[in-house]
């Protein structure tokens, strides 16, 4: 399985923040946004990634992350030429996805619990179908949010945010999907916004009872960052969990060498490049520990 990590869009939301640099750019308390989604794609298991963003912002991410190598993987970069819909990465990289199974994340969203690696590996490991998960908000209307049969506890319908929510599940920025996915977004129409919708997609896989939906209930966190007050949100979530318990969260170095595509070296190599911060030195801690 392929990753995409979809980055692009203009961030107006945020103007002034991101009139000259991209908002998967931004800090989220110690760390870039995108590494992130980074992070949750290499939990899945999954080592080949292609960030789709502007033509502006490509060449920033590409300093931020370069080959992947850095990480244990191998990063490619396509452009998105204008915000027409989360749907349109599949088109974009069709010739990256290739005939396998395919999971996209979008850029700000940010994902935490003990379960997630479990969670997201037993996604990626669905041979046929599509994956996606949904998370109980207070404002539903912002997203796609999805209603469910009280007796079978399957998905009935997903609506693109509706003026009058049906339940308040809303279904989150990460998917995973097997191949169809890149016909089925080449043959959908824009939506009145104008944009191809990933809700469309999940609505075909839906008609043809393919669809499975995860409902990430207590014990799991998920954060998108589209406002001042959810990124402020997530960087004190963040830094409330890494100082309480001394580990970091969504660090691809640790990762890498957890799941051994790093080496300690690699580790303390980086570390090095890193300097005198705390991250490196977090570096140096996990490596000892590693080793120890």
Same mark, same amino acid.
């Given at each position: 399985?392929?990753?995409?990590?979809?980055?692009?869009?203009?961030?107006? $939301?945020?103007?002034?923040?991101?009139?000259?640099?991209?908002?998967?750019?931004?800090?989220?308390?110690?760390?870039?946004?995108?590494?992130?989604?980074?992070?949750?794609?290499?939990?899945?298991?999954? /080592?080949?990634?292609?960030?789709?963003?502007t033509a502006r912002?490509?060449?920033?991410?590409?300093?931020?992350?370069?080959?992947?190598?850095?990480?244990?993987?191998?990063?490619?970069?396509?452009?998105?030429?204008?915000?027409?819909?989360?749907?349109?990465?599949?088109?974009?990289?069709?010739?990256?996805?290739?005939?396998?199974?395919?999971?996209?994340?979008?850029?700000?969203?940010?994902?935490?619990?003990?379960g997630l690696p479990?969670?997201?590996?037993?996604?990626?490991?669905?041979?046929?179908?599509?994956?996606?998960?949904?998370?109980?908000?207070?404002?539903?209307? $912002?997203?796609?949010?999805?209603?469910?049969?009280?007796?079978?506890?399957?998905?009935?319908?997903?609506?693109?945010?509706?003026?009058?929510?049906?339940?308040?599940?809303?279904?989150?920025?990460?998917?995973?999907?097997?191949?169809?996915?890149?016909?089925?977004?080449?043959?959908?129409?824009?939506?009145?916004?104008?944009?191809?919708?990933?809700?469309?997609?999940?609505?075909?896989?839906?008609?043809?009872?393919?669809?499975?939906?995860?409902?990430?209930? $207590?014990?799991?966190?998920?954060?998108?960052?589209?406002?001042?007050?959810?990124?402020?949100?997530?960087?004190?979530?963040?830094?409330?969990?890494?100082? /309480?318990?001394?580990?970091?969260?969504?660090?691809?170095?640790?990762?890498?060498?957890?799941?051994?595509?790093?080496?300690?070296?690699?580790?303390?190599?980086?570390? $090095?490049?890193?300097?005198?911060?705390?991250?490196?030195?977090?570096? /140096?801690?996990?490596?000892?520990?590693?080793?120890?």
């Open positions: 399985m392929r990753g995409i990590i979809l980055a692009g869009g203009n961030g107006t $939301r945020l103007y002034p923040l991101t009139i000259a640099i991209s908002k998967q750019i931004l800090p989220v308390y110690d760390k870039p946004m995108v590494y992130y989604p980074l992070s949750v794609l290499m939990l899945s298991g999954i /080592r080949d990634i292609l960030i789709i963003s912002d490509l060449p920033c991410f590409e300093a931020l992350l370069g080959d992947g190598s850095a990480f244990g993987l191998t990063l490619s970069y396509a452009e998105q030429p204008h915000p027409n819909g989360l749907a349109e990465a599949f088109i974009i990289g069709r010739s990256f996805i290739g005939s396998g199974n395919v999971a996209m994340i979008l850029g700000d969203n940010i994902f935490f619990g003990n479990n969670v997201c590996r037993q996604a990626a490991s669905r041979e046929s179908g599509a994956c996606v998960f949904a998370y109980r908000v207070d404002d539903p209307e $912002r997203y796609g949010v999805v209603t469910f049969d009280q007796r079978t506890g399957q998905a009935k319908s997903i609506e693109e945010k509706p003026l009058r929510p049906k339940s308040n599940w809303a279904v989150t920025g990460l998917y995973f999907y097997d191949n169809e996915v890149v016909d089925i977004a080449a043959s959908i129409q824009p939506s009145a916004r104008g944009e191809l919708e990933i809700t469309t997609v999940n609505n075909i896989y839906l008609e043809r009872d393919r669809l499975h939906v995860c409902q990430l209930g $207590r014990g799991f966190a998920w954060l998108d960052t589209g406002t001042y007050d959810s990124l402020h949100d997530a960087s004190s979530f963040v830094r409330t969990v890494e100082r /309480r318990q001394g580990v970091q969260i969504a660090c691809p170095e640790e990762i890498a060498l957890e799941m051994g595509w790093l080496g300690p070296e690699d580790v303390l190599k980086r570390s $090095r490049m890193l300097g005198s911060t705390p991250y490196a030195y977090y570096l /140096r801690r996990r490596v000892e520990e590693h080793v120890g």
